[in-house]
């Protein structure tokens, strides 16, 4: 299941309040803090003890995969 790029569109980091990125709706990353939310069958799990650090190497991974939110036509 995917995530529905309008509610990826409101989503934001429980921690710092900011945008998060999609990462292939598998996960979704916070480049800010370098914190990674995962997603269980298709629903994001925005719980700050849920997420973990992402490694140096993680980063880039995930930052060359990732997918920033679409901004929703008003």
Known sequence: MSVDARLHSILAC??????????QDE???NPRLRRVYPIENGIPVLLIDDARDATDAEHEDILARATAP???AE
């Open 14 to 23: 429980p921690q710092d309040k900011g945008p998060l990125l999609l990462i």
């Open 27 to 29: 996960l979704l990353y």
């Open 70 to 72: 679409t901004p929703i």
